[in-house]
């Protein structure tokens, strides 16, 4: 007489649910270095780009080459968002230790963001302001700041920054704004678009309010007299 074969005991919940969690944060971990590699060649499109592309809102990007952006923006959005930016590896960590700071004094922390760290949240992460997206940002940069170069990832966000709603990106912002291409603007045009950025569904470069122009002012002022903040974009590159 055969002996019945004995059935395989199903693997318990609580295992396949650990195998199933292992194997999402493997991908999760996995999807930022291969995108990252990707975008060494690849143009990018921002979180925000794809959200309001699969929900049938309009988006306008025209990307374009470093060289084909004026060296007037480069420098005035260095200046605004990030003035250590060639010094840093994707983390300015006194700026970060000084908001820490802040939080554990009671006041409440603002900036301490890289331009590194804000092209890994425009292509990873969402916008709204929480301190998990801002504890995800800084591995991201790190690994940013170690795949790419200086110049890509300020091509990279100069190509993929909100100006406006459905604006995104140095080209289209400049012919929305100014009617010219990004290669062409001005001193003031481009310290214009820089102190946008903060705030670009409020601040309108082409109507600015005075508080928006004084702003510019300053802006354009300390780009004047900011030295070589480009100084990791060797000068044939520009």
């Given at each position: 007489?055969?002996?019945?074969?004995?059935?395989?005991?199903?693997?318990?919940?609580?295992?396949?649910?650990?195998?199933?969690?292992?194997?999402?944060?493997?991908?999760?971990?996995?999807?930022?270095?291969?995108?990252?590699?990707?975008?060494?060649?690849?143009?990018?499109?921002?979180?925000?780009?794809?959200?309001?592309?699969?929900?049938?809102?309009?988006?306008?990007?025209?990307?374009?080459?470093?060289?084909?952006?004026?060296?007037?923006?480069?420098?005035?959005?260095?200046?605004?968002?990030?003035?250590?930016?060639?010094?840093?590896?994707?983390?300015?960590?006194?700026?970060?230790?000084?908001?820490?700071?802040?939080?554990?004094?009671?006041?409440?922390?603002?900036?301490?963001?890289?331009?590194?760290?804000?092209?890994?949240?425009n292509l990873f992460l969402w916008n709204d302001r929480d301190y998990v997206r801002k504890v995800l940002e800084v591995p991201l940069a790190m690994l940013l700041d170690t795949v790419l170069s200086k110049r890509r990832v300020l091509e990279i966000y100069l190509n993929v920054a909100e100006w406006g709603p459905g604006i995104f990106g140095a080209e289209a912002a400049s012919r929305t704004f100014f009617g010219k291409s990004a290669a062409k603007l001005s001193a003031t045009q481009a310290?214009?678009?820089?102190?946008?950025?903060?705030?670009?569904?409020a601040r309108n470069p082409a109507k600015p309010s005075s508080g928006h122009r004084r702003l510019a002012g300053i802006n354009r002022s300390r780009a004047q007299v900011a030295g070589d903040v480009l100084s990791c974009i060797s000068a044939t590159e520009r």
């Open positions: 007489m055969k002996k019945a074969r004995s059935k395989e005991k199903p693997e318990p919940l609580k295992r396949r649910i650990k195998r199933w969690a292992l194997r999402t944060l493997g991908v999760l971990v996995a999807l930022p270095v291969v995108l990252t590699l990707l975008y060494t060649v690849v143009p990018p499109y921002s979180s925000l780009m794809l959200l309001r592309t699969v929900t049938g809102q309009p988006v306008w990007r025209e990307w374009v080459p470093l060289e084909e952006i004026s060296v007037n923006l480069q420098r005035s959005v260095v200046v605004s968002e990030d003035a250590t930016f060639c010094k840093h590896g994707g983390v300015d960590w006194s700026a970060v230790r000084g908001q820490v700071g802040k939080l554990f004094e009671g006041k409440r922390p603002r900036g301490a963001s890289t331009i590194t760290m804000q092209v890994a949240k310290s214009l678009l820089a102190t946008a950025l903060p705030n670009p569904i």
